[in-house]
């Protein structure tokens, strides 16, 4: 059994769902303060929902080094109902060359890999000419609210520099490193409550129906294009998920109707020109209305350049493939260490079973995502060592 798979095995044997760690930061911890990382525990949140977080880092004795930083999460979606699971979730479970578990996929192979990879780089090369940083929330599925956000608040406060940034999310579509997700899309959310006056439906005259004031902004809203995308991102979407209005009685008019929405956006567009656009198109239709905001988290982009050149070799060297450039799916860590890093991607096994029942990896994949990782440092040590002075 290779170091990389039995790793994966005892991280996936910790039932670590969000926002329970489950001692996998401690074990990850052990691990890398054995080949020289210096390792912080950060603890946030209320009492009953205790977020655990690890930065480690492998600092350089070179002045003005870089740093790069490998990302991820221990915490686990919860394993849904076990009577549809065909082993244990939290017993790592071989069938026809796949490891069965919770987390195999996300991600704790990712994390095993990333944990291997520094380990082996390091054995051969002590004192690489860049910082190496590790950085372990149990808050990723959660909340989000005390996890890598907390973490990278306080690295700021510190002036703790980063420089390029791999987080592990589960990112290829049939194997390892067909895909690379280089950016993510913005995420906003609002509860718009449009105010009429209630009323009986036979006296519509003695009432003000606010489903029928706001349907010819949502009608305009469903139709306005917000941004025409460009070469890394779709269009900017805004989407209904909600819609509630009434009393539950057939002959009352309704003195309030609820609308729950989502703008999905691009690097196009700004949180505050989203904001301002929908504000002028429900004052165009004079609504009374009250609107709140959720800010999910701001676009993000890594344009081809140095960190996806690195890593692309890096595949290209281990698997022969040339990766997708990708900015679909949902949001990641990786918004919140992009406020503080220039360079941020997401790399990391197949996607196809994450957060389902029998969620499981190729082991074929395992070793080879730790290979990546683990070349990736030896193509930027190459490079800071070429440009050293």
């Given at each position: 059994?290779?170091?990389?798979?039995?790793?994966?095995?005892?991280?996936?044997?910790?039932?670590?769902?969000?926002?329970?760690?489950?001692?996998?930061?401690?074990?990850?911890g052990e691990r890398l303060k054995a080949c020289g990382f210096e390792c912080e525990s950060i603890v946030s949140g209320p009492d009953h929902f205790r977020v655990t977080n690890l930065w480690a880092l492998h600092?350089?004795?070179?002045?003005?080094?870089?740093?790069?930083?490998?990302?991820?999460?221990?915490?686990?979606?919860?394993?849904?109902?076990?009577?549809?699971?065909?082993?244990?979730?939290?017993?790592?479970?071989?069938?026809?060359?796949?490891?069965?578990?919770?987390?195999?996929?996300?991600?704790k192979t990712s994390l095993a890999a990333m944990v291997v990879a520094a380990e082996e780089f390091l054995a051969q090369c002590p004192d690489p000419a860049f910082s190496i940083g590790m950085l372990f929330t149990?808050?990723?599925?959660?909340?989000?609210?005390?996890?890598?956000?907390?973490?990278?608040?306080?690295?700021?406060?510190?002036?703790?520099?980063?420089?390029?940034?791999?987080?592990?999310?589960?990112?290829?579509?049939?194997?390892?490193?067909?895909?690379?997700?280089?950016?993510?899309?913005?995420?906003?959310?609002?509860?718009?409550?449009?105010?009429?006056?209630?009323?009986?439906?036979?006296?519509?005259?003695?009432?003000?129906?606010?489903?029928?004031?706001?349907?010819?902004?949502?009608?305009?809203?469903?139709?306005?294009?917000?941004?025409?995308?460009?070469?890394?991102?779709?269009?900017?979407?805004?989407?209904?998920?909600?819609?509630?209005?009434?009393?539950?009685?057939?002959?009352?008019?309704?003195?309030?109707?609820?609308?729950?929405?989502?703008?999905?956006?691009?690097?196009?567009?700004?949180?505050?020109?989203?904001?301002?656009?929908?504000?002028?198109?429900?004052?165009?239709?004079?609504?009374d209305y009250d609107l709140k905001w959720t800010l999910g988290g701001r676009p993000f982009l890594t344009p081809p350049g140095d960190l996806v050149g690195i890593v692309e070799a890096a595949i290209q060297g281990?698997?022969?493939?040339?990766?997708?450039?990708?900015?679909?799916?949902?949001?990641?860590?990786?918004?919140?260490?992009?406020?503080?890093?220039?360079?941020?991607?997401?790399?990391?096994?197949?996607?196809?079973?994450?957060?389902?029942?029998?969620?499981?990896?190729?082991?074929?994949?395992?070793?080879?995502?730790?290979?990546?990782?683990?070349?990736?440092?030896?193509?930027?040590?190459?490079?800071?060592?070429?440009?050293?002075?």
């Amino acid at each position: 059994m290779s170091r990389t798979l039995q790793l994966t095995e005892q991280l996936i044997a910790q039932a670590s769902v969000t926002p329970e760690d489950a001692q996998c930061q401690a074990l990850l911890g052990e691990r890398l303060k054995a080949c020289g990382f210096e390792c912080e525990s950060i603890v946030s949140g209320p009492d009953h929902f205790r977020v655990t977080n690890l930065w480690a880092l492998h600092p350089s004795r070179r002045a003005n080094a870089g740093t790069l930083v490998f990302a991820g999460h221990t915490d686990v979606v919860p394993t849904g109902p076990l009577n549809q699971w065909q082993s244990d979730p939290f017993t790592p479970t071989h069938r026809d060359g796949k490891l069965y578990g919770r987390g195999a996929s996300d991600m704790k192979t990712s994390l095993a890999a990333m944990v291997v990879a520094a380990e082996e780089f390091l054995a051969q090369c002590p004192d690489p000419a860049f910082s190496i940083g590790m950085l372990f929330t149990s808050d990723e599925e959660g909340p989000a609210l005390d996890g890598t956000v907390v973490v990278c608040n306080q690295l700021k406060a510190r002036g703790q520099r980063l420089d390029w940034c791999i987080v592990g999310e589960p990112t290829a579509v049939k194997q390892t490193g067909d895909m690379i997700k280089n950016g993510r899309r913005g995420t906003l959310s609002g509860k718009l409550t449009v105010r009429g006056i209630q009323g009986h439906i036979a006296y519509p005259q003695l009432a003000r129906n606010p489903i029928h004031e706001l349907a010819p902004a949502l009608t305009e809203l469903v139709a306005t294009l917000w941004d025409q995308g460009n070469d890394f991102f779709p269009p900017t979407s805004w989407q209904v998920s909600n819609i509630h209005a009434g009393t539950g009685a057939s002959n009352v008019i309704p003195g309030e109707c609820v609308v729950d929405f989502n703008f999905r956006f691009s690097t196009e567009s700004t949180v505050e020109s989203l904001q301002q656009r929908l504000i002028a198109t429900l004052d165009k239709h004079s609504l009374d209305y009250d609107l709140k905001w959720t800010l999910g988290g701001r676009p993000f982009l890594t344009p081809p350049g140095d960190l996806v050149g690195i890593v692309e070799a890096a595949i290209q060297g281990e698997t022969g493939l040339r990766p997708e450039l990708s900015t679909t799916g949902g949001t990641s860590d990786g918004r919140f260490i992009a406020q503080i890093c220039p360079q941020v991607l997401e790399l990391g096994p197949p996607n196809a079973t994450i957060h389902k029942v029998d969620e499981h990896v190729a082991v074929s994949d395992i070793e080879t995502l730790k290979n990546i990782y683990r070349r990736v440092l030896e193509n930027l040590q190459q490079r800071e060592a070429a440009a050293a002075p």
